[in-house]
């Protein structure tokens, strides 16, 4: 069951009295207590602490550390020590993050490494932080190399058919190219996370037994190595269950016959498109399932990969203290390129501690705002700039801060 943390929070400031004392030490104290500090504005100032990576310094003045709360945004920049101060803001339960980019230059000076030839992103980010005083906080972050290929676009919510009936066949995902180079994705892994309703391993869990160095998956697809497969800066790779038309069944749908790769259904209860490359299908937790395995509702989590080991050896576990049962495959955190923790949204909110991936990975999390789909929402990462004619999309490593809802995008279109 997800928390509502702001009515347990409300729930825990409500005063405890019987009837009857209360009334009395209202009549006795009404004169000298003051409730008007219950909703009393608060100071809250955060510290912005450097990467670890960062072993050789960094400055850490000017950068905007922003808090949110349903969905309204406040910002203040940090001083040379890297302190941001919010002053007056209503005591409540809030995001709190940061996010900027370091050239490869800057990347090269504070680390006294080269690898960051595109440059990198620092964030940080705390969910549900309860502010009900004067507070200072430290905000970690953490430090990623920009990648070339980024997951684009994940659309599992499904739609209405026609008829009004549940529709689910034309659900995809899409990488695109950020890089100004050519990029071959031969060989290159897509891991779907494991998706139970009580995450198999907490973040907690997995600290305790695996030292925060895999993620689980449910699913490893793997994009064909068996010749090169280009893919132009600024394009994108589609792929999908069902590599056909789909709009004459459900209007918000899309055409995928260009699909790029197609998850095959080897038990034949999918139109599949004989034309489209088939995707390698590496493991799957469920024997029955050969097609991605996307949830309408949530989660969906996803993660990019390249590895020359065999991925199909990697260890499984079952879930955190079962012997027995779905068993998920162990992704090592140090070959992935790309995530996005996508969680599930109920009617109470999202409940942030269902997070599968670490902070490093992705220090935030997308969904759609339905709690069941159906809706033909998806997850788009938004646009950051354009070169040229040559889109870039956002690469925080925040997907709070990344991504948007849409309803209305179709396949290889960004919100520009």
Not at 103 to 123: F, K, R
Not at 361 to 368: E, R, S
Request: hydrophobic share 40%; charged share 20%.
């Amino acid at each position: 069951m997800a928390w509502n943390y702001t009515s347990t929070y409300k729930q825990m400031m409500k005063p405890k009295i019987a009837p009857a004392l209360l009334c009395t030490l209202l009549f006795v104290l009404a004169a000298c207590v003051d409730y008007s500090d219950a909703v009393a504005p608060v100071t809250l100032n955060v510290t912005v602490e450097r990467p670890a990576d960062f072993t050789q310094g960094a400055d850490l003045a000017g950068k905007t550390v922003t808090l949110t709360l349903n969905g309204v945004q406040q910002t203040a920049l940090t001083d040379a020590q890297g302190k941001a101060s919010f002053v007056g803001i209503a005591p409540d339960i809030y995001t709190i993050s940061t996010s900027w980019q370091v050239s490869a230059a800057e990347y090269a000076a504070y680390t006294g490494d080269n690898v960051a030839t595109d440059g990198a992103s620092v964030t940080g980010s705390i969910n549900a932080q309860v502010v009900s005083a004067d507070a200072s906080l430290t905000l970690s972050t953490h430090v990623a190399v920009n990648r070339s290929v980024v997951i684009g676009k994940v659309y599992y919510a499904g739609s209405k058919d026609t008829n009004n009936k549940n529709y689910l066949a034309g659900r995809y995902i899409e990488l695109f190219n950020q890089s100004d180079s050519v990029v071959d994705v031969a060989g290159m892994y897509i891991a779907l996370l494991e998706s139970e309703s009580t995450p198999a391993y907490t973040l907690a869990n997995l600290h305790e037994k695996f030292a925060d160095s895999v993620v689980l998956a449910k699913q490893v697809f793997r994009i064909p190595a068996d010749k090169i497969y280009k893919v132009q800066p600024g394009e994108t790779v589609l792929i999908t269950n069902s590599a056909v038309n789909h709009t004459p069944s459900a209007a918000q749908e899309n055409d995928l016959t260009t699909a790029n790769f197609e998850a095959k259904d080897a038990m034949g209860r999918t139109r599949n498109n004989p034309d489209v490359p088939a995707l390698t299908l590496v493991y799957s937790a469920y024997a029955s399932i050969s097609q991605m395995n996307l949830s309408q509702g949530g989660p969906c989590g996803v993660a990019l990969f390249r590895t020359a080991e065999d991925v199909s050896a990697w260890g499984k576990t079952y879930a955190y203290g079962k012997l027995k049962g779905t068993e998920f495959v162990k992704i090592p955190v140090r070959y992935i390129s790309d995530a996005v923790d996508i969680l599930k949204r109920s009617n109470q909110g999202v409940d942030v501690s269902t997070k599968r991936l670490y902070p490093n990975l992705d220090a935030g999390y997308t969904n759609i705002q339905s709690p069941s789909g159906y809706t033909g929402e998806l997850v788009v990462r938004k646009v950051a700039r354009k070169v040229g004619q040559r889109l870039i999309l956002q690469d925080t490593n925040n997907s709070n801060n990344d991504f948007q809802v849409s309803t209305t995008l179709k396949i290889r279109q960004y919100e520009e």
